[in-house]
């Protein structure tokens, strides 16, 4: 189980500081459930700091493909490395709506963040209207390929993927247990077919999408649902840990 929080562009330097360490403190070691912060790149460093050595790591929350060079305003993989980063998250819905990242994109920042060693959290998901016109299967099945096809599968646990449904992300509104453990079962044998069935087996596939502390006993518990990527929950420790002590029920 892998619960991760998104923190996106939210907080200041003394509410980062004060909202990793109290979920630091909170979390004993070893906990059967690991446990991801993904701050603001200006905090990353200092989120290090406060949590090293403890279960908890620390994720960015995109990168750049290439290691260095006249990118303005972009970072890179060796760079995140160098400040603690242990997981990158790539191909949020926000970075693909905002941003114009495509599955093209996706797939080089993937390669380069396996290359330097970072474990990427892949997302994907359908929007409503995709959902709606019964296209969410193929949708999803497509960004996963578009995302992985050509990756060489990095090994058990180098490699993460996030179901992100964008009619859920922020909205308050979740997919059933049933829906995304669908969704899941689909996207592990789209895995299996770009890897193999063992390898697709040994890939966290976590739900993103309005998770909390009154769902995620319900969503965590499915059979393919192997953890959460959390964004507004994860900004504050008490409902985060509480979504981290679900994970550890379910096992
Ligand atoms: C996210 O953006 O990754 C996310 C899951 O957000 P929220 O939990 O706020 O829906």
Redesign the pocket.
């Known amino acids: 189980m892998l619960i991760a929080g998104?923190w996106?562009m939210n907080l200041d330097m003394p509410a980062a500081r004060h909202l990793a360490g109290s979920i630091r403190n909170s979390l004993e070691d070893p906990r059967p459930v690991e446990v991801v912060l993904c701050p603001a790149y200006a905090y990353l460093d200092a989120v290090y700091g406060l949590v090293h050595g403890s279960v908890v790591s620390v994720g960015a929350q995109n990168m750049h493909a290439q290691d260095a060079g006249a990118f303005t305003g972009e970072i890179s993989a060796s760079m995140l490395r160098s400040v603690g980063c242990s997981h990158v998250?790539l191909g949020?819905?926000?970075r693909r709506q905002y941003f114009g990242e495509t599955d093209a994109s996706v797939r080089e920042k993937v390669a380069q963040a396996v290359l330097f060693g970072l474990v990427p959290i892949v997302?994907v998901g359908e929007s409503l209207v995709e959902r709606d016109a019964g296209q969410a299967e193929r949708v999803v099945a497509g960004q996963v390929r578009g995302a992985l096809k050509g990756v060489a599968y990095p090994g058990k646990g180098r490699l993460v993927v996030?179901y992100?449904p964008v009619w859920?992300?922020?909205?308050g509104r979740t997919a059933s247990p049933d829906e995304a453990q669908a969704m899941h079962a689909h996207i592990r044998s789209e895995l299996a077919g770009l890897f193999s069935t063992g390898d697709a087996a040994h890939i966290d596939i976590l739900y993103?999408?309005?998770?909390?502390p009154e769902n995620a006993d319900d969503l965590l518990s499915q059979p393919d649902i192997d953890g959460g990527?959390?964004?507004?929950?994860?900004l504050q420790a008490d409902p985060f840990l509480a979504i981290v002590r679900a994970a550890m029920r379910a096992g």
């Open positions: 998104n996106k998250i949020h819905s926000e997302c996030a992100e859920a992300i922020g909205t993103g999408g309005s998770m909390k990527l959390i964004g507004g929950a994860s």
